[in-house]
């Protein structure tokens, strides 16, 4: 059996560990049962029956784990759900209109927060368990737990019509991370709904990838897309992807409760100048080395060079700038068939017709990719 603290004690616990907590960096505290959320298994059975995850499989195989927080591990008796908050400094939709630089999703502009709310949560936990006794462990979103259901019972906010979590204190704006612990703490109330008729989200979903409120298909999902998907991006997307690089913030940026935001306190989380709107131009030109060093220490450089050159070269496309066709046609030799075929795109949508005939004439014979081939034959 696991620790326990009395109700009367659990008070003074509870508000030593928000506390300690908040000066550790996190802006959210709050406290849940390591019990499966109501109709958690059901929903997330539903979802992955409609095929909504994608390419994303390991949703399926971590489905009885990620439904219930005590087959992760059947010790805890507690969840401490904790947010920081990452609240962007300027308008974050305003690179959409910046045709030729590459907007990366606000999240994604500075330093990886998995690395960073990770040693926050280490140390919270080493002092709780110092504290108090039992065990603890901690999780950030890679691991296979439904953080947003569970971030619900512990009332730091509720799950938007976009599927994302939402504060009335911070808006749609927090990375949430978890100490799953063997101690029984006094849980805290689950936050209601307070979406209202709000469509905002929905309805500004470039690719209307929301077949319906607080439903996702992420396989339309630009930031899957861009993101986890990890071939070719279906025509029917492309355009719709206009110059988002690296995710997409449109549904959260458009929430109302975005208003009582404060901006983020944390240094860790503020962009990087070189990531806050870079130009196409030059990330194309990107090898492995100069990817790798662009994106240090981000999660841009999880995706890989070849996938992120990949979504630089739709935005290319997508540009409107004709001058951009010769940095589009110098990558249609790239080892990669993903930078390739959309090196074909690219240069379809700005050279001349007679120019990218001629090009094709060479370029289509010797291809062996045959989804590189295609993009030639379309």
Known sequence: ??????????????????????????DAVGFARAEPPEDAANS????????????????????????????????AKSVITLGVNYAPRSDPLAPLERRGRGAISVYAQGDDYHE??????????????????????IFVDTAPVMEKPIAHLSGIGWQGKHTNLVSREFGSWLFLGSVFTTLKIEPDAPEADHCGSCRNCLDICPTKAFPAPYQLDARRCISYLT??????????????????IYGCDDCLAVCPWNKFAQEAREISFAPRPELAAPLLAEL?????????ELFCASPVKRIGRDRFVRNVLIAIGNSGDKSLALVAEARLNDESPLVRAMAVWAL???????????????????????EVAEEWRR
Not at 1 to 16: N, Y
Not at 20 to 25: L, S, T
Not at 357 to 362: F, Q
Request: hydrophobic share 40%.
């Open 44 to 75: 997330l059975a539903a979802y992955l029956g409609r095929g909504y995850h994608g390419g994303m499989t390991w949703m399926e195989t971590t489905a009885a784990r990620r439904a219930d927080p005590r087959k992760l591990w059947d010790a």
């Open 348 to 370: 379809k949508r700005l050279a001349p017709r007679e120019h990218f005939v001629r090009k094709a004439a060479v370029h289509s014979e010797k291809e062996c990719d045959p």
């Open 284 to 292: 194309v030109q990107l090898d492995d080395a100069g990817f790798r």
């Open 1 to 26: 059996m696991g620790s326990s603290i009395s109700d009367a004690a659990g008070i003074d616990v509870r508000a030593a560990i928000r506390e300690r907590a908040r000066a550790e960096g996190f």
């Open 116 to 137: 960073v709310l990770k040693r926050r949560l280490k140390r919270l936990a080493g002092w709780v368990a110092k504290s108090y006794g039992g065990e603890v462990k």
């Open 227 to 244: 993101i986890e998907h990890k071939g070719h991006i279906a025509p029917e997307f492309r355009e719709a992807i206009g110059n988002r």
